[in-house]
């Protein structure tokens, strides 16, 4: 990782795969991780994280179910550029959005972009720890 200012314009720049998170930088144990995303992703859990999210372009819908399975009780939270929210660890989500987003992501290091427990996945979604910039 690099010791100098890092452009989150530029860096997105860099790629167009969606789902596919790349690591911008590193902070103590944590990864810094942007993407590019538009349509769903998959219903996943991390176990043992949170999971924090700041929309940087567009607009991202997640949706949630609790951990003691509300099902379609759970609900959704819209996020708008700029605005950010955290996951709890164990609660079951879906990210999604219907017109494409860009997204900065916070995960302690090494954590599986699909979470541990996820629905089949299907091609357009990368199960990764990041990939480097």
Do not use: C
């Not at 538009?38 to 949630?64: N, Q, R, S």
């Amino acid at each position: 990782m690099t010791h100098e200012p890092i452009s989150l314009r530029a860096a997105l720049a860099r790629f167009d795969r969606l789902w596919s998170p790349r690591i911008v930088t590193r902070v103590n144990d944590y990864d810094v991780r942007i993407a590019k995303v538009a349509g769903e992703h998959v219903w996943h859990t991390h176990a043992d994280t949170d999971e924090f999210f700041l929309v940087l372009e567009g607009e991202l819908t997640i949706a949630l179910r609790d951990a003691e399975g509300a099902g379609a009780g759970g609900r959704t939270v819209t996020l708008a550029q700029g605005e950010v929210f955290v996951v709890p660890r164990g609660v079951e989500h879906k990210p999604s959005s219907a017109a494409g987003a860009s997204i900065l992501m916070f995960e302690p290091t090494g954590t599986l972009s699909v979470g541990d427990r996820h629905d089949e996945l299907p091609g357009h979604v990368d199960a990764t720890t990041g990939h480097a910039l």
